[in-house]
């Protein structure tokens, strides 16, 4: 009773002050660029923190303090000074985060939806307790527990912790590759055929309305372990895509997240659903929304934080997402070749990180390319993928 | 031929090199902002001068430099720091810009086209000069000039220097008026009938390629002389559209302008076209264009100044923009009125430009409204007209 009363209060606060919130972003790389882009269209006042002072985020905030967002002290004194902390990484320190919402500052997501995806095992053990669908799975400590778990080979070797882009992650085919795997705590997933990997974002708010993203499918780079191609919408039938809704609305509400989640699941030749990894932030996933849905993730996150209506998420074009890497090769001062080209194209929205330095296989911009059909927007991704490259000086 | 080369070489140099020019851009309002918020995705290094030190461009530079636009002095020194310098408001010091282009930075638009822009009187002279079709119009150094052409009313009266945003700008429908009006070097134009007023934006790069966005349509709230209700795409008969493209690609071919002109003209009963005025910089009338078109006004802008492709300019949805204009009877610290309501609309863009403080008829945003038609949208934007205002604490 009194909670509702509080929500109201809130409520009517935040209709008319949403934008005199000190709004605080712990990491300030591409997904906080994305967002801060949109968030000048409500004209927020926020605050970054990261590490690097050349983040792609510098330059485009109120405030860009240099800081380590997996620190204590240094989230803690962030903080204090914000109304509303968000995230675009999850590698944040949680225990500030948890000293700060008893506090009263909101989090969002909450601190202890954050605490279980920092943690892959803990993702896994949260979706076998709560029925989640999920590849079979073996936690160890070491390399020499994974000797003794034979029958999940062939696996992939995920790090339970600070794995990021691609990285932490080694497939063990056989018995054999175990002496080069992580000697560290990990998951063992079991390797499952897939027919592909799809992806849902879905948006929560505090009074427990979800709304989903169209399903995406996703291609990934098998060297770089990202995805290099993604395609929107995916191509489902339409009790696959029903599934895939009632799983992301599902995980969301179980872990009661305000915000966003990103959730990626394999589509298994028996058309099961299987869920990958989740996300509580903006995701690679999600950049295509910004030019071929209705609403892009990062204003849906807006919303959901600021318990504003949340956004129509209607497809409104055929779009293919290309990660722009840096080329193998290559590490230095960042170069774009051929963008002039690339340009020229109909329907080419190119998104740089504003990245100095580039280094194999870092992400160092997005394209989305839109077409006519699946297949025009296809072609043209392809030729974007053949000439846009990044260099050194 | 020495030109030739020197452009082919300067293309070259900017194809890798473009995002790492200076790029500054004079005046630091909400045209600068939305420029800005686009300029992200290349990546590029803006500097702003604004003598506003809470200017909607602050924090969302590189650099912003408080000082005065229209001073010879701070306008040399910031441009002498950079490489390529832009205008996102005309009242800027040309002398200073004359100077900085001779001893070899980019200036785009051009000095001697914004000479002749900030001058109605010199507009108007150079419409008729070169052929472009404008009502009959009279300058006038006083008051008492105007009383000896009384043939010339009924008349708008615009003040020659410094009118901006409906402002400089007198109605003169008989002698009776003249009293009233401003004792200063004007333009006094005959009114005409009109049946609508287009607005053409285009863009033109260094090579003399132009390339027109599709007319849109305004309605007027003549109160604040304001642009009300914008509608994209206008509807033109097909003769008329060809006819109002010739126009604005022979304005912008005349003037030799490299960036984007917009060119607000007036359409009679007898289907004739007179231009009303241009601006080289984005423009109220391309707002829409964000949400509304394949490439919109701000990116374009960059890629014409860029020397890069520009983007196709078609219609992808019908929309109606709106102006958020502070109302009539608050001034101080913006307070949004129904903000959460208007949110839960569908193909509702609101994009808030910063402003701490309101004041009658203020420019505080605006909302871009798309719609599955043309009465779709419409009836939209009534509501939101309706509900969405500007009000202070």
Chains 1, 2 share one sequence.
Do not use: W
């Not at 705590?185 to 974002?201: A, C, D, H």
């Not at 966003?260 to 394999?266: K, S």
């Amino acid at each position: 009773m009194i909670l509702c009363l509080l929500l109201i209060i809130l409520r009517r606060f935040m209709d008319k002050r949403f934008n005199t919130l000190k709004i605080g972003i712990l990491g300030g790389g591409q997904l906080g660029r994305m967002l801060l882009q949109k968030a000048v269209d409500f004209s927020l006042k926020i605050r970054i923190l990261d590490p690097d002072p050349e983040a792609p985020c510098q330059h485009l905030a109120e405030e860009f303090i240099v800081g380590d967002f997996s620190d204590y002290n240094t989230v803690y004194k962030f903080g204090k000074e914000c109304d509303l902390l968000t995230i675009e990484i999850e590698h944040v320190n949680v225990e500030a985060l948890e000293k700060l919402e008893k506090e009263g500052v909101l989090v969002y997501p909450q601190p202890n939806v954050i605490r279980i995806v920092q943690d892959k095992g803990e993702q896994k053990l949260f979706f076998k307790k709560h029925g989640i669908p999920t590849a079979d799975f073996s936690i160890t400590k070491d390399k020499n527990e994974i000797s003794q778990i034979p029958e999940m080979l062939p696996a992939m070797q995920k790090l339970r912790k600070g794995g990021y882009d691609g990285k932490g992650v080694f497939r063990i085919s056989s018995t054999a590759d175990i002496e080069n795997s992580f000697d560290a705590p990990s998951v063992i997933e079991k390797l499952i055929p897939f027919e592909k990997e799809i992806s849902v974002i879905v948006a929560r708010k505090i009074n427990g309305e979800t709304l989903c993203f169209p399903p995406v499918e996703m291609d990934f780079n098998t060297e770089a372990n990202l995805v290099e191609f993604l395609y929107s919408p995916a191509e489902l039938d339409k009790k696959t895509e029903t599934k895939a809704y009632e799983i992301a609305s599902r995980l969301a509400n179980t872990l009661s997240i305000v915000g966003i989640l990103a959730v990626e699941m394999f589509l298994t030749p028996e058309k099961e659903l299987l869920v990958n990894e989740i996300a509580p932030r903006p995701h690679n996933s999600g950049h295509h929304t910004i030019e071929a849905n209705m609403t892009s993730q990062y204003e849906q996150l807006l919303r959901a934080i600021l318990d504003l209506p949340l956004g129509k998420t209607d497809v409104t074009c055929n779009a293919v997402m290309i990660n722009l890497l840096g080329e193998k090769n290559y590490e230095g001062r960042a170069v774009y070749q051929s963008f002039e080209e690339a340009m020229k194209m109909e329907g080419v929205y190119i998104h740089l990180y504003g990245k100095k330095n580039t280094r194999p296989y870092r992400k160092m911009g997005h394209v989305t390319v839109t077409g006519k059909n699946k297949e025009d927007a296809k072609r043209k991704a392809l030729t974007i993928k053949n000439i846009l490259k990044v260099t050194a000086e």
